[in-house]
């Protein structure tokens, strides 16, 4: 004998019971779906569906990207006035100061960490529900650029005459 009526059974049914006394956001809006009823959001319309999900969300990656993108970009804001005087000394025709290559690669470098960091802040809620494998390739390029900056100082250090 069944305790519940057939229509429970329905993917549609079973989401609706699910939202019916419970605070669930939208995973694209965040907008709250309690006692929403159909499998759209009321809000933006998206389509929704009742799924199994992992319980723990891997942090890791994302506080990897987090930490690589946010060194040089707050490093760039710190550094903003110096650069401005770097750079406007450089097109001065008068001056002849020699600027190093790798002070223009690390001012370089944090001007395109600053728009990446506030997106990986941004869009925080969605790069974390990603697959975790992905996360870990979006990890690879700014880890790269420390792992070449590391490598290049100590070269530079060694061979310092
Ligand atoms: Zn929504």
Same mark, same amino acid.
Do not use: K
């Given at each position: 004998?069944?305790?519940?009526?057939?229509?429970?059974?329905?993917?549609?049914?079973?989401?609706?019971?699910?939202?019916?006394?419970?605070?669930?956001?939208?995973?694209?809006?965040?907008?709250?779906?309690?006692?929403?009823?159909?499998?759209?959001?009321?809000?933006?319309?998206?389509?929704?569906?009742?799924?199994?999900?992992?319980?723990?969300?891997?942090?890791?990656?994302?506080?990897?990207?987090?930490? !690589?993108?946010? =060194? &040089? $970009? +707050?490093?760039?804001?710190?550094? #903003?006035? *110096?650069?401005?005087?770097?750079?406007?000394?450089?097109?001065?025709?008068?001056?002849?100061?020699?600027?190093?290559?790798?002070?223009?690669?690390?001012?370089?470098?944090?001007?395109?960490?600053?728009?990446?960091?506030?997106?990986?802040?941004?869009?925080?809620?969605?790069?974390?529900?990603?697959?975790?494998?992905?996360?870990?390739? !979006?990890?690879? =390029? &700014? $880890? +790269?650029?420390?792992?070449?900056? #590391?490598? *290049?100082?100590?070269?530079?250090?060694?061979?310092?005459?």
């Amino acid at each position: 004998m069944d305790r519940y009526p057939d229509n429970i059974h329905s993917d549609q049914a079973m989401l609706s019971a699910f939202l019916a006394d419970r605070d669930a956001a939208c995973p694209v809006c965040r907008y709250n779906l309690r006692a929403v009823q159909g499998d759209r959001c009321p809000e933006c319309g998206t389509h929704l569906q009742l799924q199994v999900g992992q319980a723990v969300v891997r942090y890791g990656a994302y506080l990897w990207l987090f930490a !690589l993108l946010a =060194a &040089p $970009a +707050l490093g760039f804001i710190m550094g #903003l006035p *110096w650069t401005i005087r770097m750079v406007l000394d450089a097109l001065d025709p008068n001056m002849t100061v020699n600027i190093p290559l790798y002070l223009w690669i690390i001012r370089g470098a944090g001007l395109v960490a600053l728009p990446l960091f506030i997106i990986t802040w941004l869009f925080r809620l969605q790069l974390v529900r990603m697959r975790n494998d992905i996360q870990w390739v !979006l990890v690879i =390029a &700014p $880890a +790269l650029y420390h792992l070449a900056l #590391l490598v *290049w100082f100590t070269v530079e250090a060694i061979n310092r005459p």
